[in-house]
T-cell receptor
Framework: AQTVTQSQPEMSVQEAETVTLSCTYD???????LFWYKQPPSRQMILVIR??????QNATENRFSVNFQKAAKSFSLKISDSQLGDTAMYFC??????????FGTGTSLTVIP | KAGVTQTPRYLIKTRGQQVTLSCSPI?????VSWYQQTPGQGLQFLFE???????NKGNFPGRFSGRQFSNSRSEMNVSTLELGDSALYLC????????????FGSGTRLTVV
């Protein structure tokens, strides 16, 4: 089965602090891509960061970085220097050759001023 | 460049009616996917089209159908609407394969009464 588990339904962080969102997944595929998407109240899903499963080096994108542990099938997102605009629902997802995303249930992140 | 455009933004329909939602992908993108987002089921894959061909379909009843035109614009249709079809319907487009990360639209909020 192809599943994504986000065990933290809600999280909060003080502005300028660092927060880590957890994600584990399960797939029998050997070639896949992992993503974190952000969905603010505007509803649009915005790509935060992506990681190719065959790459060992963790992806980074400005204040966003991931900790990818392939053997453990873990893909956590670290947000540094949190900003008010980071308040949103965050979804972990992966995609395989079938071009179908498998999404987690999301983590609602609130940045507190 | 223009993003993924979904119309209409909001829609209210009565049980038993049918509805057509539209998605215009980013210029040059040939792959279009549809997802249903509900509080209870999260994000679920409906179908994916590439160059007017449906390449993959999720586990939804036959009342849900879609198509893609030669200009890559896509429509999805839901017939005989049920209350449970109330959801946010998201469309996403990608240049070639989803591995590069899809760009999502802001969705159509469908309410069935």
């Amino acid at each position: 089965a192809q599943t994504v588990t986000q065990s933290q339904p809600e999280m909060s962080v003080q502005e300028a602090e660092t927060v880590t969102l957890s994600c584990t997944y399960d797939t029998s595929e050997s070639n896949y891509y992992l993503f974190w998407y952000k969905q603010p109240p505007s509803r649009q899903m915005i790509l935060v960061i992506r990681q190719e499963a065959y790459k060992q080096q963790n992806a980074t994108e400005n204040r966003f970085s991931v900790n990818f542990q392939k053997a453990a099938k873990s893909f956590s997102l670290k947000i540094s220097d949190s900003q008010l605009g980071d308040t949103a629902m965050y979804f972990c997802a992966f995609i395989t050759h079938g071009n179908q995303f498998y999404f987690g249930t999301g983590t609602s992140l609130t940045v507190i001023p | 460049k223009a993003g993924v455009t979904q119309t209409p933004r909001y829609l209210i329909k009565t049980r038993g009616q049918q509805v057509t939602l539209s998605c215009s992908p980013i210029s040059g993108h040939r792959s279009v996917s549809w997802y249903q987002q509900t509080p209870g089921q999260g994000l679920q894959f409906l179908f994916e089209y590439f160059s007017e061909t449906q390449r993959n379909k999720g586990n939804f009843p036959g009342r849900f159908s879609g198509r893609q035109f030669s200009n890559s614009r896509s429509e999805m249709n839901v017939s005989t609407l049920e209350l449970g079809d109330s959801a946010l319907y998201l469309c996403a487009s990608s240049l070639i394969e989803g591995n590069y990360g899809y760009t999502f639209g802001s969705g159509t909020r469908l309410t069935v009464v």
